[in-house]
């Protein structure tokens, strides 16, 4: 996706009281027949007024039920765009056209389609499986989508005698090589929230709560992974919780936003976001928060809705990306 300048002087917005964004959204959504639908990432007011939340696999199947003819998706880019795919028939609103995806932008679409032309001259017989954070360029060149939610189903339905490139998350297709057993060629990309985890910190907390329980993304790195309790997506995460009546402290090592989604579901248990740490420096920081997701805001949100835009365009090669994301998510 080639996204145009921006100016680091933009002014910020001028404060709008929450209270009376939140009530003009919901008019404006009747008026504009429209749904909105947010990622567990974005901020917790956005997903406090969303109709549908969840990880991606649950909202692209969410974006199939939505019966309004307009869907607002307070996301990232790349989830705009597979919304239009499963949706094309429907208006598909996003609050920032800038937000986009560190790990989806790692996998240029020309240097897919050149690498795997090298891999089928060498006469290398494999399928491609992309994780959904891909470009709708990327979902039209390979065989199947994952997400963190279905990647080992997926992964299983690859045929034995097939060799797999997985792109663009090097730290998710290690991840799935150990939980599936299969040999993959790793694609050399990664998310920039979850590959700053601090494993100094990371142990450091564990061992000022004893008894805490670490729940990490599967885009986080082997080392965090290692010593992590439970290991899984954001719903996954959200539904760990649910299931624990004993109030607990976790440990979460995903973007810091997930903590509302867990609070509202589980309030009883403490949940302590884990810090980032700047390659730069060495020292810790705030970039456990995404700067993509947290391009939406209510503003934009009401700003979308009031305006019919941006709008995420019907393309030619999503016809083919919707084949590949309807066998991997939908069947
Ligand atoms: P899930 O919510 O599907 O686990 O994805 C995490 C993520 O990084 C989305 O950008
Ligand atoms: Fe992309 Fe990482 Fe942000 Fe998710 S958290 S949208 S993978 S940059």
Redesign the pocket.
Known sequence: MSLPVISQSAPSAPYEDPLDLMDEIDALKKQKDASILA???VDGEIQDIADFT????KLARDATKVKTSTIVFA??HF?GESTKIMCPEKRVLIPDLHAG?S?ADSCPPEQLAAFQEQLRAQGRNFHTVAY??TSAAVKSLVDWIV???NAREIIDRVPEDKEILFVPDQHLGRYLMEVTGRKMILWPGS?M??EVFSIQDLIRIRKANPGSVVMA?P?CPQNILEISDVVG???KMRKHVMGIAQPTTFLVA??ATMIHPLQRVAPQHTYIPIPGIMSSSGETCACNK?PH?ARNTLQKVRDCLRDGSPEIEWKDYFKTAREVLDRSLLQ
Do not use: Q
């Open positions: 990622h567990y990432y969840g990880d991606s696999l996301g990232v989830m995806c790990l959904i954070n997400t963190s939610g998310c929230v979850h993304h885009e997506g954001t719903e995903t973007e995404c997701m």
